[in-house]
């Protein structure tokens, strides 16, 4: 298991041979990153499953370690698996008092599984106008939360947490086809996800954006995915589209269903990841068991 600040570093050329290597695809379920025999250090953590890296690595990302997620790929590469075995990991693995969602889903069709779950800040957003209410909401939370750590010596949410009798909710908010929010208002919701994600580690705010059209001109502009720690492109349809969130080709000649190629800090070349895969039973098992917990 490899937290994303521990990986090693890849050198230049790596890349290269991922071709090869997606010959040996297969289907990875959540269930091998819960046999991993170190996972009983991440039970009741924040953490994000990413995908396998080799036969023995499953890759997870700590939120508590902070980092936000910019996330594109054609319809069908495993970008829908990705926020599902991260929401699905997330709803098992914490309380509904420690952590809560804002979903939103201009197409109404991924993310409306989880339209009920009571960790929700706000219904399930599928429209431009109330996308754009919740996150100014989250730019005022934000400033509230900014104010309430500048007064005590607190560096993050956790020791805030521990010493407060208020304690704050960590927040994940997942925009999926973002495309739809950034044509619409590029100037506005560009903004909004810049503030957001502007050192939020310490405010307990994650960002998971994704779109499957990541188009350098009006959504994925170099000004928006310089602020994103952690990158991920499943199989796209353009060199060009793997250029707007990698800044190098290689996507276009993924497999698809989960194949990807993910970019983070200390490394120079995207790693070469099988996603994981969630089935809709383990989802509704996820949205029963975090439902009951009230």
Same mark, same amino acid.
């Given at each position: 298991?490899?937290?994303?600040?521990?990986?090693?570093? *890849?050198?230049?050329? #790596?890349?290269?041979?991922?071709?090869?290597?997606?010959? /040996? #695809?297969?289907? %990875?379920?959540?269930? *091998?990153?819960?046999?991993?025999?170190?996972?009983?250090?991440?039970?009741?953590?924040?953490?994000?499953?990413?995908?396998?890296?080799?036969?023995?690595?499953?890759?997870?990302?700590?939120?508590?370690?902070?980092?936000?997620?910019?996330?594109?790929?054609?319809?069908? @590469? =495993?970008?829908?698996?990705?926020?599902?075995?991260?929401?699905?990991?997330?709803?098992?693995?914490?309380?509904?008092?420690?952590?809560?969602?804002?979903?939103?889903?201009?197409?109404?069709?991924?993310?409306?599984?989880?339209?009920?779950?009571?960790?929700?800040?706000?219904?399930?957003?599928?429209?431009?106008?109330?996308?754009? /209410?919740?996150?100014?909401?989250?730019?005022?939370?934000?400033?509230?939360?900014?104010?309430?750590?500048?007064?005590?010596?607190? %560096?993050?949410?956790?020791?805030?947490?521990? /010493? @407060?009798?208020?304690?704050?909710?960590?927040?994940?908010?997942?925009?999926?086809?973002?495309?739809?929010?950034?044509?619409?208002?590029?100037?506005?919701? +560009? =903004?909004?996800?810049?503030?957001?994600?502007?050192?939020? #580690?310490?405010?307990?705010?994650?960002?998971?954006? =994704?779109?499957?059209?990541?188009?350098?001109?009006?959504?994925?502009?170099?000004?928006?995915?310089?602020?994103?720690?952690?990158? %991920?492109?499943?199989?796209?349809?353009?060199?060009?589209?793997?250029? @707007?969130?990698?800044?190098?080709?290689?996507?276009?000649?993924? #497999?698809?269903? =989960?194949?990807?190629?993910?970019?983070?800090?200390?490394?120079?070349?995207?790693?070469?990841?099988? &996603?994981?895969?969630? &089935?809709?039973?383990?989802? *509704? +098992?996820? %949205?029963?068991?975090?439902?009951?917990?009230?």
């Amino acid at each position: 298991m490899r937290l994303l600040y521990l990986y090693r570093r *890849r050198q230049r050329g #790596q890349i290269k041979n991922f071709m090869e290597d997606s010959k /040996k #695809q297969q289907v %990875i379920g959540l269930e *091998r990153l819960y046999n991993d025999a170190e996972w009983t250090s991440f039970v009741g953590k924040p953490v994000i499953p990413i995908g396998a890296e080799t036969g023995t690595n499953n890759l997870v990302a700590n939120l508590q370690n902070g980092g936000n997620f910019l996330v594109g790929g054609k319809t069908g @590469s =495993g970008k829908s698996s990705f926020f599902h075995a991260a929401i699905v990991n997330l709803l098992r693995n914490t309380n509904p008092e420690e952590l809560k969602f804002i979903l939103i889903d201009p197409k109404g069709v991924e993310l409306g599984a989880y339209k009920n779950i009571p960790q929700l800040l706000f219904p399930m957003i599928t429209n431009v106008k109330d996308a754009r /209410k919740a996150l100014e909401w989250c730019m005022s939370e934000i400033d509230r939360r900014s104010d309430l750590f500048a007064k005590q010596p607190y %560096i993050t949410i956790e020791d805030y947490n521990a /010493k @407060s009798s208020h304690p704050l909710p960590r927040i994940v908010i997942v925009i999926d086809e973002c495309s739809d929010l950034l044509v619409s208002d590029h100037e506005f919701f +560009e =903004g909004a996800i810049r503030y957001i994600t502007a050192g939020i #580690q310490l405010k307990g705010m994650t960002v998971l954006l =994704g779109t499957s059209r990541p188009s350098p001109e009006d959504v994925y502009t170099k000004k928006l995915t310089d602020i994103f720690d952690y990158r %991920i492109a499943f199989a796209t349809a353009t060199a060009e589209d793997s250029m @707007s969130i990698l800044g190098v080709e290689g996507a276009e000649k993924l #497999q698809g269903n =989960g194949d990807m190629l993910f970019l983070y800090p200390d490394i120079e070349v995207p790693a070469h990841i099988q &996603g994981f895969f969630v &089935g809709n039973e383990e989802m *509704r +098992e996820a %949205i029963e068991k975090a439902t009951t917990k009230f």
